[in-house]
């Protein structure tokens, strides 16, 4: 009986499972604890930045928070 011709041997893939390492992904940072007073003090912060202008407390209540909040 005839043989069939020999193919060479393939090489089986292997595939190498990387682990995650802390360094791979940027760990979320710890989140900022604001304090109510925190957010009144900037609040005023910015009131006088604005020179003492008429605007809207809660505005700057709510962009006193925002930065607080984005440290």
Same mark, same amino acid.
């Given at each position: 009986?005839?043989r069939?011709?020999?193919t060479?041997?393939k090489?089986?893939?292997?595939?190498?499972? &990387?682990?995650?390492?802390?360094?791979?992904?940027?760990?979320?940072? !710890?989140?900022v %604890?604001v /304090?109510?007073?925190?957010?009144?003090?900037?609040?005023?912060?910015i009131?006088?930045s604005?020179? &003492?202008?008429?605007?809207?407390?809660?505005?700057?209540?709510?962009? !006193?928070?925002r %930065?607080l /909040?984005?440290r």
């Amino acid at each position: 009986m005839p043989r069939a011709p020999k193919t060479p041997e393939k090489t089986p893939t292997v595939r190498v499972k &990387r682990t995650r390492r802390a360094s791979d992904s940027q760990l979320a940072p !710890a989140p900022v %604890q604001v /304090t109510d007073q925190d957010i009144s003090q900037r609040a005023y912060q910015i009131y006088e930045s604005r020179g &003492r202008a008429t605007g809207s407390p809660l505005d700057d209540w709510l962009e !006193a928070e925002r %930065q607080l /909040t984005s440290r």
